[in-house]
Structure formats: C-alpha cells, structure tokens
C-alpha cells in the first residue's frame, strides 16, 4: 500500500469515493494498493516536474535551453531574458547587436505602444518535455503587459516571441537580457504524446505575418490620448471663459440698458415738466399779452376821445370842421337883420 493525497480525481474503481466539491476541500492521505495506483496512473499518466538541478544541466551545451544561463535557473523554473531581435511598430525588425551602445541605450517602449520581442534563449525541447510560461511579476508593477502564448509544445524548435504593451505612463527600456517570463517544464510519460503528431512550427524570426502587421500598425498612445484631452479640456475652459465673458457683458449690457432707460425716463419727465412749464409761461404770456391789447385798445380809445374834443373845440359855431357853411334861407337872413338892427 501507499499513501497518496487526497482529494485527487480518483473515482471508485480504486475504492475511494469521489464526492463533488472534493477539490475544495482540505487534503488528506488515503491507502491505495500499487495495483490501484497502477490502473489509475495507466488512465491519466502524470507528468513531472523538473528541479533546478535538471534546468542547470539543460542549459548545458547539450541541453535544450541553447544560449541559457545558469544563473536564471531557480527552483522550479527558469526566467528567459530578453534578446536582441526587437520588432516595432511601422518598422522592420531591428537586431540591436548591430546598434552603438549609445543607440542601445536609447531604446524603449512608449507608452502606450505595442513591440514585439525574441528570446535571447533557444529551445530544442525533446518530444516528452513541455514547458508552461508565466509572467514576472516585476514587469506586471511596471504596467508591462506580456502578450502571447503561454504553453509550449513538446518538440518546439525556436525561440519564443512575446509581445510587450506598454500600459504605464513612462518609457520602458528595452534592455537585451533583460528578465521577460518564467518557464516551467515537465517531462511526461513516453505514451503521452501520439507517435504520429506533428513537430510544432519552429521560429527563429518574426513571422511575415506578423512584420505585416506591425508595419501596418498605428498605436494609440496614451500621452496622444492625454494631449487630446488636455486639448478638450482647454477648449472647454476658452469656451466657459467666452460663457462667462459674454454673461458678463449681457449683464453689464442689461445694466447699461436699464440706466439709459432710468436716463430717458428722466429725461422725459423733464420734458414734460419743462413743457408743463413753458404752456404754463405760454398762457400767462397770453393772459399778459391780451391785458395789454386791452389796455392799449382802452389808451386808444381815451386818446381818440381826447383828439376828438380838442378838434371839436378847435372847429367854429355853426360849421364842422371840413363841412361848407350852410345856406341860409331868405326868412332866416330876414330874422338875423332884425336881430342886428
């Protein structure tokens, strides 16, 4: 008998009883027979896991990781680095072998921009070694996005490429052998791979494809994004600053518009006061004006009167001025004869 931990997904052919929500409970030991043990590994072989001691020795010259370090060989895994093949987008791929040190030293990843990049490692996995990838958790706290696969095959030949987004806010330096995944591997049972599968397609450069696509590519930074912001945000400010500068006039506009209408309201009670006045003055005049008319006519009239009885004093007894003596008849000169005799 051996002791094996449980919950695992053995079912009751080997005489433990599978129960739902096994996986999530706290593990124990159970007695399973080598027979049982047998059986059950015969129906789901179990692949293991390789130790540092086996990645040291697979980055040998005779080992599977071709160009490794045995310094990145830690525990359960090994951290490939960053090679020299580096894939920006609306260029062809650049090897940085081939730049100065300055010019090295001056590449990074915008922010906000996509590149692609190749393994400084290459991998001759045999047939019954894969490997599981995973991200650094170093990268993840610089807003480094990792893109691409995640599980290689058995029998891979090539490096490995790896997508790099850009989500921070500052350049990343792209710097060859620099730490960009981890790699676990696990070496499985003869009888798992089928004789007759495929080889995986091996990769030694970007594919043509991809170089396609990259060429093609135009990225949305986000400093592109913040300055297109920034310049909605000043337009909104021109715009409320207009707002409320032509507020500011309407209001002053209205003020001015109410004080010309206090102004012309004064200005038109003046004029009727003025005016009450002047036909107020007006009418006197007139009262005034026809006193003396009256007056006048009256000094006129006494004058004429006057003139009248100094002329008639003036005329002699018996005629008018201007009239001809009157003929007297025979009887009256007869009676003024007698009279003077």
Same mark, same amino acid.
């Given at each position: 008998m051996r002791n094996i931990p449980y919950p695992l997904t053995i079912d009751e052919e080997i005489g433990v009883d599978s129960r739902p929500g096994m996986f999530y409970n706290p593990p124990r030991w159970v007695n399973v027979s080598e027979e049982q043990l047998t059986s059950y590994e015969g129906r789901n072989p179990m692949s293991a896991q390789l130790m540092e001691v086996?990645?040291?020795? +697979?980055?040998?010259?005779?080992g599977f990781i071709k160009g490794g370090d045995a310094s990145c060989a830690e525990g359960l895994k090994y951290d490939f680095r960053l090679g020299t093949r580096i894939l920006f987008s609306g260029e062809q791929p650049i090897d940085t072998a081939n730049l100065s040190e300055h010019?090295?030293?001056?590449?990074?990843?915008?922010?906000?921009h996509l590149a692609f990049v190749m393994t400084e490692e290459r991998l001759e996995l045999p047939d019954t070694i894969k490997a599981e990838l995973s991200l650094k958790r170093k990268l993840?706290?610089?807003?480094?996005?990792?893109l691409g696969g995640f599980c290689v095959d058995p029998g891979y030949r090539g490096r490995l490429i790896f997508g790099l987004y850009n989500l921070s806010s500052s350049p990343f330096p792209l710097m060859p052998g620099r730490k960009l995944v981890a790699a676990q591997f696990f070496e499985l049972p003869p009888d798992a791979i089928p004789a007759k599968a495929a080889p995986p397609e091996p990769l030694d450069d970007f594919p043509d494809d991809l170089v396609r696509f990259m060429l093609s590519y135009a990225p949305i930074s986000q400093e592109g994004i913040r300055e297109s912001i920034d310049e909605i945000k000043k337009g909104l400010d021109d715009l409320r600053q207009q707002f409320h500068s032509r507020e500011e006039w309407f209001?002053?506009?209205q003020g001015l518009l109410g004080d010309l209408g206090a102004d012309l309201k004064a200005e038109a009670e003046n004029r009727r006061s003025t005016e009450d006045e002047f036909r107020k003055t007006l009418t006197d005049i007139q009262r005034r004006t026809a006193g003396i008319a009256a007056t006048i006519a009256i000094v006129c009239a006494i +004058?004429? +009167?006057i003139a009248s009885g100094i002329v008639l004093q003036k005329i002699p007894t018996g005629g008018t001025v201007g009239t001809p003596p009157a003929v007297r008849s025979p009887a009256d000169a007869g009676t003024a004869n007698t009279n003077s005799n």
């Open positions: 086996s990645l040291r020795d +697979a980055v040998q010259p005779e010019e090295r030293g001056q590449l990074a990843l915008p922010p906000g993840s706290h610089l807003g480094i996005l990792v209001t002053r506009f +004058a004429v +009167a």
